[in-house]
């Protein structure tokens, strides 16, 4: 990839996929600049690689603004916006509304506002691209985590209207995946269960993602679309 001058925004970067997806940007001479919610060794990882950091809460319109405020004192173009910020909070009895309301606000409220106030950024790029990190879960629904799955479901919904809006200078795609990446503490009986559940039965890891952020940001035809990165559960 030929190296730009206007940053790629990955949101939500302190660790995992979005730490590894900044980390191979950077890495290919990509300008980056990320957010983090709390400090994590990922975060002093991109520093010490060149990427700008800033810490940033999306649980409000106000603190979203005052995002987008020190994001533009810090450029006047980006690259892309890659929405990878999320937030998975327990639908616990007499706690479901405030669960609703701070997913919704990373999700979508975050996403929808960072698109219409960055707009003008990415017009300034020869090459514009905004992708959404959804969740494979969309795709059938989920009764335990309903809060979580309606508000990644509207992100692709966002998808699908931002690409009407801005097109054709900005592309606007989504990527759904399923299980990447098994945590320390998963016993074995769940990463056996969870493995299961794929047509392709394995632990693709962070690299995936990356591969198809890759691919949306340098397919020029491709806009309004979800892909699906889910090691074919959706054939089980």
């Not at 940007?25 to 700008?52: F, H, N, W």
């Amino acid at each position: 990839m030929a190296s730009s001058l206007a940053p790629v925004l990955i949101t939500g970067a302190s660790q995992r996929v979005g730490l590894h997806c900044a980390e191979r940007l950077l890495g290919e001479g990509q300008p980056v600049i990320v957010t983090y919610r709390s400090e994590r060794p990922g975060v002093q990882r991109l520093k010490d690689l060149g990427a700008v950091t800033i810490q940033a809460e999306f649980s409000s319109q106000e603190s979203v603004m005052a995002f987008i405020a020190q994001l533009k004192d810090e450029t006047d173009s980006l690259r892309a916006i890659v929405h990878n910020a999320s937030q998975w909070v327990a639908e616990t009895e007499g706690e479901e509304g405030d669960a609703f309301m701070r997913m919704y606000n990373v999700h979508m409220l975050a996403p929808y506002l960072i698109n219409l106030h960055c707009a003008e950024l990415l017009r300034h790029s020869k090459t514009a691209d905004i992708i959404h990190i959804s969740d494979d879960v969309t795709r059938k629904g989920s009764s335990k985590h309903i809060a979580y799955c309606a508000s990644k479901a509207g992100m692709e919904s966002l998808t699908l209207s931002f690409a009407a809006k801005f097109a054709p200078a900005i592309k606007v795609n989504s990527i759904a995946p399923a299980m990447l990446m098994f945590q320390s503490d998963d016993d074995a009986e769940y990463r056996v269960r969870t493995l299961a559940k794929s047509a392709l039965g394995i632990e693709p890891g962070a690299e995936v993602i990356y591969q198809s952020l890759r691919y949306l940001l340098d397919n020029p035809y491709v806009t309004g679309t979800t892909l699906t990165v889910n090691g074919g559960r959706h054939v089980k």
